[in-house]
Antibody, heavy 122, light 108 residues
Framework: EVQLLESEGTLVQPGGSLTLSCAAAGFALKRHGMSWVRQASGKGLEWVSAISLSGDSTYVADSVKGRFTISRDDAKNTLYLQMNSLRADDTARYHC???????????????WGPGTMVTVSS | ENVLTQSPGSLSLSPGDGATLSCRASQSVSGNYFAWYVQRPGQTPRLLIHSASSRATGIPDRFSGSGSGTDFTLTISRLEPEDFGVYYCQQYGYPPLTFGGGTRVEMK
């Protein structure tokens, strides 16, 4: 079965750091562009970052530029999001998501992980 | 950034009704790389339409997408009970990828 599962979220103090992981099952991450998408409670969807099939190209939203880094370990079939200098407005459920096309770096998303809650608060 | 504006903000409909949801982009969407999702309460978004008019795997033909450039439409021919939720549009022509604010489809 094709699925994505994010690591457990946590409470982090403002200015702190956290790395999320997303384990893929049933398919190879390297055959799809992958993204992180977040959703604050009761709010809409916000794209955060994407990584190409090769892993050579990455893209980030302006709201997290310079603070968040996306990466991938093909041997572990796992996607990561390194988050630094966290702020209160980064509080959200973070989902990893698979690109539908199988070749486009940034894409529509046909498989979503259930998400992990990240709370930034003192 | 390509801002997506969805209308209407909400719809109150009955099972069996048809629905037309709109999404307008502030800039032309490159390659018609445009998608629609539905999110039911407590669930993750489900991809309905990509490439403006291609149904995703397993999506019934009561869902159809149309449009190009800056104006896109999702049409649902006959609402089933499982179709009620929040619908989001998304453009993925060029980063940053952006989503619309959503249209809530509620059961009357």
């Amino acid at each position: 079965e094709v699925q994505l599962l994010e690591s457990e979220g946590t409470l982090v103090q403002p200015g702190g750091s956290l790395t999320l992981s997303c384990a893929a099952a049933g398919f190879a991450l390297k055959r799809h562009g992958m993204s992180w998408v977040r959703q604050a409670s009761g709010k809409g969807l916000e794209w955060v970052s994407a990584i190409s099939l090769s892993g050579d190209s990455t893209y980030v939203a302006d709201s997290v530029k310079g603070r968040f880094t996306i990466s991938r370990d093909d041997a572990k079939n796992t996607l990561y999001l390194q988050m630094n200098s966290l702020r209160a407005d980064d509080t959200a459920r973070y989902h990893c998501a698979r690109g539908v096309s199988g070749w486009f770096s940034y894409d529509a998303f046909d498989v979503w992980g259930p998400g992990t809650m990240v709370t930034v608060s003192s | 950034e390509n801002v997506l504006t969805q209308s209407p903000g909400s719809l109150s409909l009955s099972p069996g009704d048809g629905a037309t949801l709109s999404c307008r982009a502030s800039q032309s969407v490159s390659g018609n790389y445009f998608a629609w999702y539905v999110q039911r309460p407590g669930q993750t978004p489900r991809l309905l339409i990509h490439s403006a008019s291609s149904r995703a795997t397993g999506i019934p033909d009561r869902f159809s997408g149309s449009g190009s450039g800056t104006d896109f439409t999702l049409t649902i021919s006959r609402l089933e009970p499982e179709d009620f939720g929040v619908y989001y549009c998304q453009q993925y022509g060029y980063p940053p990828l952006t989503f619309g604010g959503g249209t809530r489809v509620e059961m009357k």
